[in-house]
Each structure stands twice: as C-alpha cells, then as structure tokens.
C-alpha cells in the first residue's frame, strides 16, 4: 500500500470517529486515553488532544471511575468484550441519561494485550420510549380489563333490572286490585296510602325502564325502529298532558310551532323518550309561577327541539357533566322528585344515535334551556298525514322506499322565463312520469306510485315502495333526460336540472340496525335557472368569527353553503344569538365574505387524550346574506361540483 492509500485511509477513518455521534476511545494497558473521538472530547467539554495521556479518574467521580476501571481490567485481563452494557449515568451538563458500553481487547501482533478500544452510545431515547412502550402496554391491559369490568357491569345491571320488572309488575296488578275495591271495600285513608304506593311503584318502574335502557345502550343492543313523522305532530300528541301537569304547579307552559310540517324519520317512540324527559324535567325544576316555553324551529337541513324554562338553573361547574350518567345536581327538596340521573344521559345517546346533536345553556336561578336537532327531509314536507302514515306502514312491514324528488329551484326567476303556467307545468311533468314509470316497467298491485305535486313551491314528490335501487336509479336519470327533452322541446333554454341523492346514504343505514329491513334513499331532481340550497363545500381558510365580547376568534375548517357555515370553535357560544363572521375562500383572497350568522346549533367535541381546552362544532345560519357574497360562494360551489 503507497503512502497516499494509507494515509487516504486513515482521513477515512479519522472523519467516521470524529463524526459519529458516538464517544469512540482507545485506551493503553495503564487506562491512559491514547485517541479520543470529537463526541467523546466534546461531551466533556475539551479538545481531543486534552485528553491524551488522561485516565477516567481525571474525568468522572472516584466511584464512577473505579467501576470503569474494573470493567476495563476485566477486558483486558480475560480477553472478553463487554458488549452493550446498558448503564445510568450524569453527563457533565447533569443531566441523567442512559448509555451503552462496548469495551474490546486490543492486541499487539505477538498476541499480548495492549490496551482497549471502548464505545459509549447515549440510549437515552431508546430507553424512553422503551419506558413508554411498556406503560402503554400497561394502561392497554388496565383499558382492557375496565372495559371488560364495564361490560359486565351493564349485563349485570340488564339481568337485575329484568328480574326486577315482573315482581313489580305484580306488585303494582295486586295493589291496584285493592284500590279499585276488587276484593273489598276500603276507607279513604286507605285509598290514600295505595295511591302513594301505586304512585311509587310507576317512579319505581321509571327507574328500572332507564337500568335497562342505559345497559343496552352500552352493549349497543338499543334497536332503533325508524319511520316517517311530522315532529309538529308528535309533539302536539303529549301537549296536553304536559300544560296539565304544569298547570298543577302553576307554570305557563307554551309551545311554538313552525307554519309547516316538518318530516323526520326517527323512532318515533325513543325520540318522544327524549322529549318527555326535557319537558318533564324543565317543570320538575321549575318553580311555582315559572315559564317553560317549547319550541319547534326549523333550520337549513335539520329540525331544533328547544325546551326553556325559567327554573332553578344550573350552576357553571355542573354543566359539564350534565348529560353523564348518574348525575343529579340540583336538589330538590321532597323525595318524589327523586331520579337516578339518567334520563339526560340516555336521551342524549338517543339523539346521537339519530345522527342529532343535544346540548344546554343554564344559568343557576336564571333558568335553562336544553335543545337538540334531528334531520329534516324537507324534500318530503309536503306529504300529507295519510301519505305519510302509508309510507311509514309499508316501511315497518319491510318494504324498501325510494323517493324521487322534483325541486324547481329559484321558481320565482324561472317562473318567468316559462311561457306556460306552473299548473301546465306540472301536469306535463305527471304525463312524463306515467310515461317513464310505463317504460321502467314499474307497476304492479304491490308497486303502486304515490306522487304529490306543489305547483307553488316548484315541489314534485314521488314515492316508489317496493322498487329495487336499480329501479329507483333508472326511474330518476330516465325523468332527467325525459325532462330536458320537454324543456329543449318548448324552447325553454338554459334549463339547469341535476339529479342529487339526499342524506342518509346506504352506509349510515347499514350501520344503522333499525333501517336495515325497510331500505330508503331519496333522489332528487333540480330544476331551475341555478343552484341554489343545501350544496355544501368543506375547504380551509382561516374564518375570523366576531364574538360578542369583541374578541376575535379564529377558525381553522369551514363547511359552507349558501345558507350557513359550520366550524369548530373554543368558545362556547348562545344559541339563536347573533354575530358576524368574515372568511375569503383560500383562492379567491380578496373576495372576502363578511356576514351576520345566527348560532342554530352546537355539538360539544368529545376532548381527545391530552387535549386541555373543550371544542365545540356549530352551526351558523346566515342572516340576509348579501347577493354579492351569495354569488362568490354559489360560483365556487358550481365550480366544484
Ligand atoms: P333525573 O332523572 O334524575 O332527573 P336527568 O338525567 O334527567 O336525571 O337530569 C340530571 C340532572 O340534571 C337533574 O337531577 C338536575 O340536577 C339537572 N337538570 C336537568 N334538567 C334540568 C332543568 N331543566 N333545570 C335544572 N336542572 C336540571
């Protein structure tokens, strides 16, 4: 080898000593560094060349030193290396931190051993993460093992409360034989003892009826069982027994109501659980004299149920815990208005189960106001009650539904730009439907087609029971065509018609056990100068919202459409309370939206592991957004789709 190569080689293994990042030294046969590495000399704080002819007791503590020096009498004395020796140890600058050992014999060319080269890897890291692996398997297992806790608590909970149901049942036929004078007469005292005993068996019941409702919730037993209703309806059902049971307190109770039907599908009984229990619960704390006002109002897609009453309240601290399990926080004195704390827990599974959000605004003296939502079909507004129970009769006993919408969009503009009335109109677009509902052979005694026509509100509802997804599917794009044909036929130009499907997709109904028998989509057909409801457009941009204390906040994902914007906030906002709100999609920067938005609705974000502030979804609706900001975002939602 020419001088060049070896010292070319040497440079090679010069610039891997001084460049690794772990402590490399040789050592002679007395422990006297010969070579020391740049990490080694850096770690200590010294040049290399400083260390040359030291020994560890230079360096490190007596006791430090001597066990090294052990360990390199060791090597050297038996020929053995010391591989990865893992070792706590404090760095010069005192911190602790863990490090790994190697120690090799090094030997002269007669055999003898001369001294040792020695790598020292700071495993700090390595370490730490270990510690964390083994922690998070240690939490996994306790996760594992509460949850296993967890489930057997809820099936133990489901067999009491059903082996308490029949005694109870029995208790309650028994004494109600006495006090209706089945088996003898008896005086008013008596009569009055029984009632207080019948009394307390219903509250008795109640409490077993939520055990079980809360237990087959948590093992996801809860089967829903969904149908077509009028949620104005619904309510309507139990107003009576409501303003009478307040009445007994004297509390004015008032229900407000939209002008409209408002069409929702849910299980009609476990949402009348949710709304028997707000209701209940605002005049359970509510004081003689108090208001409760409840509220129907309908927003862009979905339906507000709002229950306000000018109670006891709740205090700030106990908000947050209010729909958990088992929490009671406002006492009340008497023992009959005593609960267990789960009808909020329950009915807030209940709404989110339907896809609905639930939350409440309280102040402790001042009174509550607890809301939810469900979805709305809009589309379906306008079937009427017998329509509507038909609808719901055919999908309990499992007949599939499809929908086929016709929306004339903007109908004042195009209105005008038609030649013929809106009656015409629509008795044309019937003579088209025959025709196509001929042709996709769609007919029969079991498939008989339902359709409602509002000629005012551009609406054409058909309803297809029994029809196959296919059938539906065909049906809806034949219309399409079938449709553009009459208009270009009439001379009617730049129609925009667009099929859209709604809402409840297929994949949410799979997952959802009560629809699973009666399968439901709904087409829709937009007709119409432009597009103009219910697009919506999700995209980032920092979206500046103008809170009512003249804070700014700042919002990162926006959801828009033209008739609201959803984001993801810190503070809590009131509901219905109103605010300005200025964002510019990322593209278009200088086109900047500024508008008055309503809080229609909240949804309070599950906090995840680690995360300190709370979170909250909301729905804003715009207030008489201006045209000029109507357009900028009706040109992007086109551009989109
Ligand atoms: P319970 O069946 O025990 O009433 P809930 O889950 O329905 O249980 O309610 C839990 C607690 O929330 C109640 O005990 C009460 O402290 C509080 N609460 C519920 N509704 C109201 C209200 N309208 N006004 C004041 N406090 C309420």
């Known amino acids: 080898m020419g001088f060049k190569e070896l010292k070319d080689k040497y440079q090679l293994l010069r610039d891997l000593m001084d460049f690794i990042p772990d402590v490399i030294y040789f050592k002679d046969k007395q422990g006297r560094f010969i070579m020391v590495n740049q990490a080694h000399a850096k770690g200590l704080g010294v040049k290399p060349e400083a260390l040359v002819g030291k020994t560890d007791f230079d360096l490190f503590s007596k006791n430090r030193a001597r066990k090294m020096a052990q360990d390199d009498a060791h090597v050297m004395n038996t020929g053995k290396p010391i591989i990865d020796k893992v070792e706590r140890a404090t760095r010069p600058d005192g911190v602790d931190n863990y490090v790994s050992t190697t120690k090799i014999p090094r030997y002269d060319d007669k055999g003898r051993v001369i001294g040792l080269i020695g790598i020292t890897r700071d495993i700090t890291r390595r370490m730490q993460f270990e510690r964390l692996r083994k922690d998070k398997l240690c939490v996994e297992k306790k996760l594992e093992s509460l949850e296993e806790l967890s489930a057997m608590k809820s099936e133990f909970i489901s067999t009491v409360s059903h082996e308490l149901r029949t005694p109870l049942a029995v208790i309650k036929g028994l004494v109600t034989i006495v006090f209706n004078e089945v088996v003898g007469q008896i005086n008013h005292k008596q009569k009055e003892v029984l009632q207080k005993t019948l009394d307390n068996t219903e509250r008795l019941k109640k409490i077993i009826d939520d055990l079980l409702d809360i237990s087959r919730i948590e093992r996801n037993t809860l089967k829903l069982h969904y149908s077509l209703v009028d949620i104005v309806d619904l309510i309507k059902d139990s107003e009576g027994f409501f303003i009478k049971l307040a009445e007994e307190k004297n509390i004015r109770l008032k229900y407000v109501y939209p002008g409209e039907p408002v069409n929702v599908f849910i299980d009609a009984d476990r949402v009348r659980q949710v709304i028997f229990n707000l209701i209940s619960n605002a005049i359970k704390f509510t004081m003689d004299g108090g ?123 195009f209105r005008k730009r038609m030649r013929i009335s809106l009656d015409s109109l629509f008795k044309d677009l019937h003579a088209i439907l025959v025709l196509v509902l001929k042709n996709a052979k769609y007919s029969g005694a079991d498939k008989q087609a339902m359709s409602v026509i509002n000629p005012k509100a551009g609406k054409f509802s058909i309803i297809l029971p029994g029809a196959s997804s296919r059938q539906a599917a065909n049906i809806s794009s034949l219309l399409k065509y079938k449709i553009k044909q009459y208009f270009s036929s ?40 432009e597009m103009r409801r219910f697009k919506r457009l999700s995209f980032k941009t920092n979206i500046k919202l103008f809170l009512p204390d003249e804070k700014v906040e700042l919002s990162e994902s926006v959801d828009v459409s033209e008739g609201g914007i959803c984001l993801v906030i810190k503070h809590l906002l009131k509901t219905d309370s109103e605010l300005k709100v200025s964002f510019a999609f990322p593209e278009n920067k200088e086109s900047i939206i500024t508008a008055k938005v309503r809080v229609a609705w909240i949804k309070k974000i599950e906090l995840l592991f680690g995360e300190s502030f709370e979170k909250y979804k909301v729905g804003l609706e715009f207030i008489n957004l201006e045209n000029r900001c109507k357009k900028i975002i009706r040109r992007r939602l086109l551009n989109k789709s």
């Open 490 to 529: 009439n001379k009617v130009e730049d129609v925009f018609i667009t099929i859209g499907s709604l809402s409840y997709s297929q994949k949410v109904l799979s997952q959802d056990d009560g629809f699973s028998p009666s399968r439901f989509s709904i087409k829709e057909i937009y007709i119409g100068s």
């Open 291 to 413: 208001k409760i006002k409840v509220e129907v109002k309908i927003l862009e897609s979905k339906v507000r149920i709002g229950v306000i009453d000018t109670g006891i309240g709740i205090s700030k601290a106990d908000l947050s815990s209010i729909f958990n399990k088992f929490t009671q926080v406002s006492r009340l004195p008497g023992a009959e208005n005593k609960g267990v704390g789960l009808g909020l827990s329950i009915s807030k599974k209940l709404v989110e189960r339907h896809k609905g959000e639930i939350w409440v605004e309280s102040k402790a003296g001042v009174g509550s106001k607890f809301y939810f939502t469900l979805r709305r079909f809009y589309t379906l507004d306008m079937l009427g009650k017998s329509l509507r129970n038909k609808v719901s009769r055919l999908m309990k006993s499992g007949i599939s539904m499809h929908f086929v919408s016709l929306m004339i969009l903007n109908c004042g503009e």
